[in-house]
């Protein structure tokens, strides 16, 4: 079975500063990677998605993160935040193909600070 | 809309009632999901539909949950005999073949 560990529950970050969310997963095939965001009373939104070809994917919102087959990891990015990106991030694993349930990582929380 | 669409938003509801959450998906979208969110998680698999059958239901935590969606667009979560520990954020997303859109969630208490 197919598992996601967000290491961070809560990140504290200052406004312009960058910032590192951390996704590790587990699976013995071929996955699919996402990363979405919550705000506050809103639905989940999608970030960015690895499905294959190019490691480096790049987001909305200035977001990039990296999938790393050896170490099992897909690190969400971004050089410079905003207050605004103060949010709920939940990192996504799922099998290759469409229309499979995505399983998902406890969230990390971002909390800009002015 | 152009939207997926959740009702009620909130719900409160007693121990031992039954409840019926409802998601419109995002027309044409042939694939429906329902997840739970429980405080200081993240969401938790149902169900998921193709069309109007269950193709994977192991996500539902006993027979007390159920869930149909008889003409392969909105789908209906039905919980018998709701316990306080129900109560959470439930999530529906739908799909064509990829991405998944979420709506905004129905807000289950029971008291």
């Known amino acids: 079975a197919q598992s996601v560990t967000q290491l961070d529950s809560q990140v504290p970050v200052f406004e312009e500063a960058p910032v590192e969310l951390r996704c590790n997963y587990s699976?013995?095939?071929?996955?699919?990677l996402f990363w979405y965001v919550q705000y506050p009373n809103q639905g989940l939104q999608l970030l960015l998605k690895?499905?294959?070809?190019?490691?480096l994917v790049k987001g909305i919102n200035g977001f990039e993160a990296e999938f790393n087959k050896s170490q099992t990891s897909f690190h969400l990015r971004k050089p410079s935040v905003h207050i605004s990106d103060t949010a709920e991030y939940f990192c996504a694993v799922s099998p290759p193909g469409g229309n499979t349930p995505l399983v998902f990582g406890k969230g990390t929380r971002l909390s800009v600070i002015a | 809309g152009a939207g997926v669409s959740q009702t009620p938003s909130n719900k409160v509801t007693e121990k031992g009632k039954y409840v019926e959450l409802r998601c419109d998906p995002i027309?044409?979208?042939?694939?429906l999901y329902w997840y739970r969110q429980s405080l200081g998680q993240g969401p938790e698999f149902l169900i998921y539909f193709q069309g109007t059958g269950a193709a994977d239901d192991s996500g539902l935590p006993n027979d007390r949950f159920f869930a149909v969606r008889p003409e392969g667009s909105v789908s209906t979560l039905k919980i018998q005999r709701t316990e306080r520990g129900d109560s959470a954020v439930y999530l529906c997303?739908?799909?064509?073949?990829?991405?998944?859109?979420f709506g905004e969630g129905s807000r289950l208490t029971v008291l």
């Open positions: 997303a739908s799909s064509k073949g990829g991405e998944l859109f």
């Open positions: 027309s044409g979208h042939t694939a």
């Open positions: 690895y499905l294959s070809g190019s490691t």
């Open positions: 699976s013995s095939v071929s996955v699919y």
